[in-house]
Protein backbone atom coordinates (compact mmCIF):
# COMPACT_ATOMS: atom_id res chain seq x y z
CA UNK A 1 0.00 0.00 0.00
CA UNK A 2 0.66 3.57 -0.74
CA UNK A 3 2.42 4.67 2.52
CA UNK A 4 2.04 8.60 3.80
CA UNK A 5 4.53 10.37 5.68
CA UNK A 6 3.85 13.82 7.33
CA UNK A 7 5.95 16.28 8.59
CA UNK A 8 6.84 17.63 11.41
CA UNK A 9 4.85 15.69 13.69
CA UNK A 10 4.09 18.65 15.53
CA UNK A 11 4.13 22.56 14.76
CA UNK A 12 4.25 25.35 17.21
CA UNK A 13 3.18 28.53 15.96
CA UNK A 14 1.54 31.63 17.10
CA UNK A 15 -1.70 33.10 15.66
CA UNK A 16 -0.99 35.26 12.69
CA UNK A 17 2.07 32.84 11.70
CA UNK A 18 2.17 30.95 8.48
CA UNK A 19 1.89 27.59 8.76
CA UNK A 20 3.49 24.83 6.20
CA UNK A 21 2.53 21.01 6.69
CA UNK A 22 4.06 18.33 4.41
CA UNK A 23 2.60 15.21 3.12
CA UNK A 24 4.89 12.84 1.31
CA UNK A 25 3.63 9.49 -0.69
CA UNK A 26 5.79 6.77 -1.02
CA UNK A 27 4.75 5.92 -4.39
CA UNK A 28 3.31 8.79 -7.05
CA UNK A 29 -0.69 9.83 -6.72
CA UNK A 30 -0.59 12.04 -9.39
CA UNK A 31 -2.46 14.97 -7.77
CA UNK A 32 -5.16 12.28 -5.53
CA UNK A 33 -4.47 13.74 -2.46
CA UNK A 34 -6.77 15.51 -0.04
CA UNK A 35 -6.15 17.38 3.27
CA UNK A 36 -8.50 16.67 6.27
CA UNK A 37 -8.87 18.75 9.36
CA UNK A 38 -9.35 17.11 12.88
CA UNK A 39 -10.40 18.68 16.15
CA UNK A 40 -10.69 16.74 19.32
CA UNK A 41 -13.67 14.56 19.84
CA UNK A 42 -14.54 15.44 16.11
CA UNK A 43 -14.43 13.89 12.88
CA UNK A 44 -12.16 14.63 9.85
CA UNK A 45 -13.42 17.66 7.84
CA UNK A 46 -12.34 17.57 3.86
CA UNK A 47 -10.18 20.99 3.56
CA UNK A 48 -8.58 20.41 0.13
CA UNK A 49 -8.77 17.73 -2.77
CA UNK A 50 -6.99 17.02 -5.97
CA UNK A 51 -4.08 18.85 -3.89
CA UNK A 52 -5.39 22.33 -4.34
CA UNK A 53 -8.28 22.37 -4.75
CA UNK A 54 -10.67 24.37 -1.48
CA UNK A 55 -13.55 22.10 -0.49
CA UNK A 56 -17.02 23.86 -0.11
CA UNK A 57 -16.91 26.77 3.00
CA UNK A 58 -13.07 26.33 3.39
CA UNK A 59 -11.27 29.90 4.11
CA UNK A 60 -8.90 31.32 0.99
CA UNK A 61 -5.79 31.56 3.87
CA UNK A 62 -6.07 27.14 3.21
CA UNK A 63 -4.30 26.23 0.11
CA UNK A 64 -2.51 23.28 -1.44
CA UNK A 65 0.05 22.48 -3.73
CA UNK A 66 2.08 19.42 -5.30
CA UNK A 67 1.91 16.60 -7.48
CA UNK A 68 3.60 13.32 -7.84
CA UNK A 69 5.02 12.25 -4.12
CA UNK A 70 5.19 15.89 -2.49
CA UNK A 71 2.36 17.66 -1.27
CA UNK A 72 2.13 21.24 0.80
CA UNK A 73 -0.64 22.65 2.60
CA UNK A 74 -0.25 25.84 3.67
CA UNK A 75 -2.37 28.42 6.34
CA UNK A 76 -1.11 31.66 5.01
CA UNK A 77 -2.45 33.14 8.20
CA UNK A 78 -2.95 31.46 11.13
CA UNK A 79 -6.84 31.86 13.25
CA UNK A 80 -7.50 30.38 16.68
CA UNK A 81 -9.61 27.82 15.42
CA UNK A 82 -7.06 26.37 12.78
CA UNK A 83 -5.05 25.26 15.92
CA UNK A 84 -6.31 21.08 15.40
CA UNK A 85 -4.63 17.77 13.35
CA UNK A 86 -4.14 17.55 9.79
CA UNK A 87 -4.33 14.32 7.86
CA UNK A 88 -3.23 14.01 4.17
CA UNK A 89 -5.18 10.88 2.10
CA UNK A 90 -4.38 9.71 -0.91
CA UNK A 91 -7.36 7.70 -3.36
CA UNK A 92 -4.64 6.68 -6.50
CA UNK A 93 -3.20 3.69 -5.16
CA UNK A 94 -5.52 0.66 -3.62
CA UNK A 95 -6.50 0.92 -0.55
CA UNK A 96 -6.85 5.06 -0.30
CA UNK A 97 -4.42 5.57 2.84
CA UNK A 98 -3.92 8.20 5.43
CA UNK A 99 -0.52 10.26 6.63
CA UNK A 100 -0.48 10.19 10.57
CA UNK A 101 -0.91 13.30 11.16
CA UNK A 102 0.23 16.72 11.77
CA UNK A 103 -0.44 18.53 15.03
CA UNK A 104 -0.41 22.27 15.04
CA UNK A 105 -0.62 23.64 18.58
CA UNK A 106 -0.30 27.16 19.77
CA UNK A 107 3.08 28.25 20.81
CA UNK B 1 -28.24 19.70 5.02
CA UNK B 2 -26.27 16.79 4.78
CA UNK B 3 -26.32 14.63 7.90
CA UNK B 4 -24.35 11.61 8.61
CA UNK B 5 -25.52 10.00 12.65
CA UNK B 6 -24.06 6.76 13.84
CA UNK B 7 -24.76 4.87 16.71
CA UNK B 8 -24.18 4.96 20.10
CA UNK B 9 -20.55 3.32 21.78
CA UNK B 10 -20.65 -0.45 21.69
CA UNK B 11 -18.57 -2.42 24.40
CA UNK B 12 -18.11 -5.85 23.09
CA UNK B 13 -16.15 -9.07 24.23
CA UNK B 14 -13.41 -10.39 22.84
CA UNK B 15 -14.39 -12.97 19.87
CA UNK B 16 -17.56 -11.30 19.68
CA UNK B 17 -18.92 -9.02 16.58
CA UNK B 18 -19.92 -5.21 16.69
CA UNK B 19 -22.52 -3.45 13.89
CA UNK B 20 -22.65 -0.27 13.72
CA UNK B 21 -25.24 2.03 11.90
CA UNK B 22 -24.92 5.31 9.79
CA UNK B 23 -28.33 7.12 9.10
CA UNK B 24 -28.07 9.63 6.02
CA UNK B 25 -30.30 12.37 5.16
CA UNK B 26 -30.47 15.85 3.64
CA UNK B 27 -29.10 14.16 -0.41
CA UNK B 28 -30.32 11.07 -2.63
CA UNK B 29 -29.01 8.75 -0.26
CA UNK B 30 -28.54 5.85 -3.43
CA UNK B 31 -26.32 8.89 -5.33
CA UNK B 32 -23.18 8.48 -2.96
CA UNK B 33 -20.77 5.54 -1.62
CA UNK B 34 -20.27 5.26 1.92
CA UNK B 35 -16.96 4.04 3.50
CA UNK B 36 -15.63 3.41 6.85
CA UNK B 37 -12.81 4.27 8.59
CA UNK B 38 -11.94 3.80 11.48
CA UNK B 39 -9.04 5.33 14.47
CA UNK B 40 -7.58 3.60 17.09
CA UNK B 41 -6.37 5.16 20.01
CA UNK B 42 -2.78 7.27 19.00
CA UNK B 43 -3.02 6.01 15.47
CA UNK B 44 -3.88 7.24 11.69
CA UNK B 45 -6.93 6.63 10.23
CA UNK B 46 -7.67 3.33 8.52
CA UNK B 47 -9.83 2.86 5.14
CA UNK B 48 -12.12 -0.31 6.52
CA UNK B 49 -14.23 -0.39 3.31
CA UNK B 50 -16.96 0.59 0.95
CA UNK B 51 -20.29 0.31 -0.55
CA UNK B 52 -22.30 1.69 -3.61
CA UNK B 53 -25.60 2.58 -1.90
CA UNK B 54 -27.20 2.58 -5.17
CA UNK B 55 -26.34 -1.06 -5.95
CA UNK B 56 -25.21 -2.82 -2.61
CA UNK B 57 -21.66 -3.67 -4.31
CA UNK B 58 -18.69 -3.80 -2.24
CA UNK B 59 -15.52 -3.96 -1.16
CA UNK B 60 -12.81 -4.24 1.89
CA UNK B 61 -10.05 -3.90 2.48
CA UNK B 62 -7.36 -6.99 2.71
CA UNK B 63 -6.93 -5.86 6.20
CA UNK B 64 -10.55 -6.99 6.92
CA UNK B 65 -11.64 -9.09 4.37
CA UNK B 66 -13.66 -11.83 6.16
CA UNK B 67 -14.57 -10.05 9.69
CA UNK B 68 -15.90 -6.77 7.58
CA UNK B 69 -19.50 -6.64 6.12
CA UNK B 70 -20.59 -3.73 4.71
CA UNK B 71 -24.99 -3.19 4.17
CA UNK B 72 -27.10 -0.86 3.54
CA UNK B 73 -30.79 -0.38 3.97
CA UNK B 74 -32.22 1.78 1.13
CA UNK B 75 -35.72 2.56 2.58
CA UNK B 76 -33.99 4.01 5.81
CA UNK B 77 -30.98 6.09 4.09
CA UNK B 78 -28.76 3.42 6.40
CA UNK B 79 -25.80 2.13 5.78
CA UNK B 80 -24.66 -0.72 8.55
CA UNK B 81 -20.49 -1.81 9.22
CA UNK B 82 -20.43 -5.45 11.12
CA UNK B 83 -17.15 -6.67 12.37
CA UNK B 84 -16.86 -9.91 13.47
CA UNK B 85 -14.29 -11.56 15.78
CA UNK B 86 -13.31 -8.54 17.76
CA UNK B 87 -9.96 -8.35 19.33
CA UNK B 88 -8.52 -5.54 21.60
CA UNK B 89 -6.78 -3.81 19.08
CA UNK B 90 -10.24 -3.27 17.24
CA UNK B 91 -10.86 -0.70 20.23
CA UNK B 92 -11.12 2.29 17.97
CA UNK B 93 -13.56 5.35 16.75
CA UNK B 94 -15.71 3.89 13.54
CA UNK B 95 -16.19 7.03 11.21
CA UNK B 96 -18.64 6.23 8.33
CA UNK B 97 -18.37 8.77 5.17
CA UNK B 98 -19.92 9.94 2.21
CA UNK B 99 -17.75 10.03 -0.98
CA UNK B 100 -18.40 13.52 -3.52
CA UNK B 101 -15.82 12.75 -6.22
CA UNK B 102 -14.19 10.08 -4.17
CA UNK B 103 -13.03 12.58 -1.42
CA UNK B 104 -14.48 11.79 1.74
CA UNK B 105 -17.21 15.08 1.73
CA UNK B 106 -18.97 14.43 5.09
CA UNK B 107 -18.26 11.97 7.88
CA UNK B 108 -20.89 10.74 10.68
CA UNK B 109 -19.73 12.09 14.47
CA UNK B 110 -18.29 8.78 15.26
CA UNK B 111 -18.95 5.09 16.93
CA UNK B 112 -16.46 4.55 20.22
CA UNK B 113 -16.07 0.43 19.62
CA UNK B 114 -14.38 -0.77 22.80
CA UNK B 115 -13.48 -4.45 22.72
CA UNK B 116 -12.32 -6.05 26.26
CA UNK B 117 -13.17 -8.39 29.13
Known amino acids: ENVLTQSPATLSLSPGERATLSCRAS??????LAWYQQKPGQAPRLLMY???NRATGIPARFSGSGSGTDFTLTISSLEPEDFAVYYC?????????FGQGTKLEIK | QVQLVQSGAEVKKPGASVKVSCKAS????????IHWVRQAPGQRLEWMGW????????KYSQKFQGRVTITRDTSASTAHMELSSLRSEDTAVYYC??????????WGQGTLVTVSS
Open chain 1, 50 to 52: DAS
Open chain 2, 26 to 33: GYTFTSHA
Open chain 2, 51 to 58: IDAGNGNT
Open chain 2, 97 to 106: ARTYNTWFDH
Open chain 1, 27 to 32: QSVSNY
Open chain 1, 89 to 97: QQRSNWPPT
